[in-house]
């Protein structure tokens, strides 16, 4: 069984910076895509950024260039810097990551249960 666990969410200004980190722990052989999705109040849930195990970042378009997305292999890690947020940026934010659990076995998409990012002035 894995569990991702995020921390870091909370109320900021507009403008102003917030960083997510999302821990795994768990029977864990190796993990693939690391990842942040977020679901605002009455919208579906979107991606907002992934980071393969080697590095390669993918974001969605419109969130390019105000957030980071990194992860700590090691660590088992993957963190989300949000820079000059917006209030349209309000969402619950959702870990996700691809992982493997043996040698002998497919990677298994596994999320966490998600922590609140709220951008009012």
């Known amino acids: 069984q894995v569990q991702l666990e995020e921390s870091g969410g909370g109320l900021v200004q507009p403008g102003g910076s917030l960083s997510l980190s999302c821990a795994a722990s768990g029977n864990i052989f190796n993990i693939d895509d690391m990842g942040w999705y977020r679901q605002a109040p009455g919208k579906q849930r979107e991606l907002v950024a992934l980071?393969?195990?080697?590095?390669?970042?993918r974001y969605a378009g419109a969130l390019e260039g105000r957030f980071i997305i990194s992860r700590h292999n090691a660590k088992k890690e993957v963190y989300l810097q949000m820079n000059r947020l917006k209030p349209e940026d309000t969402a619950v934010y959702f870990c996700?990551?691809?992982?493997?659990?043996?040698?002998?076995?497919?990677?298994?998409?596994?999320w966490g249960r998600g922590i609140q990012v709220t951008v009012s002035s």
């Open positions: 996700k990551a691809d992982v493997v659990e043996s040698m002998w076995s497919q990677a298994v998409s596994s």
């Open positions: 980071i393969s195990r080697g590095g390669k970042e």
